[in-house]
C-alpha cells in the first residue's frame, strides 16, 4: 500500500468527502485531491489533514502514512530491513561528508579572514545553486580570457 491509498481510506473511514475535509482544514478541495493522487506535497500538508481528521502526529496512522510518504518520494523501500540499512549508511556518508565541507569552510573562513558580509554571501551563494553556476560560469570566462592573453592565437 501506498501514503496515497492509506490516506484515502483513512479519509473515508472518517466519512469525510474532499470537499469535507478541505472545508475542515481550510483548504481547497484540489489539496487534498492532490494528497490522494500522488502529486508532489510538503508533508506538512498532510500531517495538517492528518491532524484535522483526528490523528496525531505520533499515531499509527500518521507515521504510517509518514514513513510511505518518504518511500515515495526518495525511492527507497524502508519497510525492508536491508533497504533501511542502505538509508542509513546513505545517512552516515552524507552527514561525514557534510562534517568535511563545515571543516574546509571554517578553515577557509579563518585562513581568508572573511568578513561577515562576505560569510553572508557564501551562505546565500550554497543556498541558491543557480548563483554558483552563475559564479563558475564567470571563473571559466576569466580562465579563458587569461589563456586567451597568455597564449595569443597563432
Given at each position: 500500500m501506498n501514503y496515497t491509498q492509506l490516506f484515502r481510506n483513512l479519509r473515508?473511514?472518517?466519512?469525510?468527502?474532499?470537499?469535507?475535509?478541505?472545508?475542515?482544514?481550510?483548504?481547497?478541495?484540489?489539496?487534498?485531491?492532490?494528497?490522494?493522487?500522488?502529486?508532489?506535497?510538503?508533508?506538512?500538508?498532510?500531517?495538517?489533514?492528518?491532524?484535522?481528521?483526528?490523528?496525531?502526529?505520533?499515531?499509527?496512522?500518521?507515521?504510517?502514512?509518514?514513513?510511505?510518504?518518504?518511500?515515495?518520494?526518495?525511492?527507497?523501500?524502508?519497510?525492508?530491513?536491508?533497504?533501511?540499512?542502505?538509508?542509513?549508511?546513505?545517512?552516515?556518508?552524507?552527514?561525514?561528508?557534510?562534517?568535511?565541507?563545515?571543516?574546509?569552510?571554517?578553515?577557509?573562513?579563518?585562513?581568508?579572514?572573511?568578513?561577515?558580509?562576505?560569510?553572508?554571501?557564501?551562505?546565500?551563494?550554497?543556498?541558491?545553486?543557480?548563483?554558483?553556476?552563475?559564479?563558475?560560469?564567470?571563473?571559466?570566462?576569466?580562465?579563458?580570457?587569461?589563456?586567451?592573453?597568455?597564449?595569443?592565437?597563432?
Amino acid at each position: 500500500m501506498n501514503y496515497t491509498q492509506l490516506f484515502r481510506n483513512l479519509r473515508e473511514s472518517k466519512g469525510l468527502t474532499h470537499d469535507g475535509l478541505a472545508k475542515l482544514v481550510g483548504c481547497h478541495r484540489n489539496t487534498v485531491i492532490n494528497v490522494e493522487s500522488g502529486r508532489p506535497v510538503k508533508f506538512k500538508t498532510i500531517a495538517e489533514l492528518m491532524a484535522k481528521m483526528g490523528y496525531d502526529s505520533n499515531s499509527p496512522e500518521t507515521k504510517s502514512i509518514a514513513l510511505l510518504w518518504l518511500e515515495s518520494i526518495s525511492g527507497i523501500n524502508l519497510t525492508q530491513e536491508q533497504s533501511s540499512h542502505e538509508a542509513h549508511e546513505r545517512i552516515a556518508q552524507y552527514r561525514a561528508t557534510e562534517k568535511e565541507a563545515v571543516q574546509l569552510l571554517s578553515e577557509l573562513v579563518m585562513r581568508e579572514h572573511l568578513t561577515v558580509n562576505q560569510i553572508r554571501t557564501l551562505y546565500y551563494a550554497a543556498e541558491q545553486p543557480e548563483v554558483i553556476a552563475i559564479l563558475e560560469s564567470i571563473r571559466k570566462l576569466k580562465v579563458e580570457e587569461k589563456n586567451a592573453v597568455n597564449n595569443p592565437a597563432e
